[in-house]
């Protein structure tokens, strides 16, 4: 996938058996999005759709192809109309030229485009991913992405070796700095040049860090997603899994909603007893020591009470029992 297509141009269909359809892409930046010609995503949206993608229909069809086994273009077609980058690319296209990028991906330059896909998959598994994962445990911490990013090793973020696994080494994208939008709002975009997607899934991850954004992983469905600016979502937008109409960020509202619900209670219940059996100590019932061991084993039950959600009454009959075991020892 990487020569990146233009298939929204008839003139790349010309000649060449179908195989002329391929151009340098340009891709442009500016103000946190990426502009990729026929659709515009925040930057880093369209690595994070990679992140969530299943690569195992690609691969099967890759060993397919590598046992000189030919793969239909109608399965192609298919293949390239749910993958990211190419899936919105394919659903603005008429059925018969959807099949004419099967045939394309196909044939072109020997297999190069199956090279960089492979790339990409690579890149995913063995850096990005494992980087995310650390952008997701230092947003558990309470620490900021940046904090992440200083305890990693030197040359982590440098331009990965794209031509390691192809036939052609690739160079560095350069980058050069446009006016767009003239007659409207005028803005600055850094504009590049592009042959691979490998390529561009690296300028989505530097420009999203450039922009002050990370990825992080939705507690709810696990799939990862870009928070907005200035917010720490736990959950994602999407429709939850088993839903028909419920986003995981609804179901994650109402978890929050029963968790608070429940620790009220819960606090409520722990106060009560707690002024109960101190009462204990200034009545002389109890001695401080008595009153000691009652609040320790307490609060290991209070934690579990709001972990577990219990219900009032039920935390309120634990803390008597404790009470009971205080005031008469086996």
Not at 48 to 61: G, R, T, W
Not at 206 to 226: E, M
């Amino acid at each position: 996938m990487g020569a990146l297509l233009n298939w929204d141009r008839d003139d790349h269909f010309a000649v060449d058996h179908g195989i002329s359809g391929i151009s340098r892409k340009t891709v442009q930046y500016y103000g946190g999005m990426v502009d990729l010609g026929f659709a515009a995503y925040p930057a880093g949206e369209l690595l994070c759709q990679f992140l969530n993608y299943d690569p195992s229909v690609f691969f099967a069809m890759k060993r397919q192809r590598d046992g000189r086994i030919p793969v239909p273009p109608e399965q192609l077609a298919a293949l390239l109309s749910e993958m990211p980058y190419y899936r919105e690319l394919m659903a603005q296209l008429e059925p018969d030229r959807r099949l004419l990028c099967g045939q394309l991906f196909s044939q072109y330059q020997r297999g190069i485009l199956w090279q960089d896909t492979e790339a990409c998959f690579q890149l995913i598994e063995n850096r990005y991913l494992p980087l995310t994962n650390q952008f997701f445990q230092a947003n558990e911490d309470g620490r900021t992405t940046l904090s992440a990013l200083a305890s990693l090793p030197e040359g982590t973020l440098d331009s990965p070796a794209l031509g390691a696994s192809l036939r052609t080494p690739v160079a560095r994208p350069e980058p050069a700095f446009v006016i767009r939008d003239r007659k409207t709002e005028p803005k600055l975009a850094e504009q590049y040049r592009l042959t691979r997607l490998s390529e561009l899934l690296y300028l989505e991850l530097i420009h999203l860090l450039f922009s002050g954004g990370s990825i992080q992983k939705c507690r709810n469905c696990g799939r990862f997603f870009l928070p907005e600016r200035g917010y720490s979502y736990r959950y994602c937008s999407r429709v939850a899994p088993g839903e028909s109409e419920r986003t995981c960020r609804d179901i994650g509202a109402a978890r929050a909603r029963q968790n608070k619900l429940a620790g009220s209670t819960v606090l409520t219940v722990y106060q009560r007893a707690y002024k109960r059996y101190y009462a204990r100590v200034l009545k002389q019932r109890w001695s401080k020591e008595q009153f000691q061991r009652w609040q320790e084993a307490a609060q290991r039950v209070r934690r579990e009470a709001e972990a577990s959600h219990w219900s009032g009454q039920q935390l309120e009959d634990e803390l008597r029992g404790l009470a009971e075991n205080v005031s008469h020892p086996e």
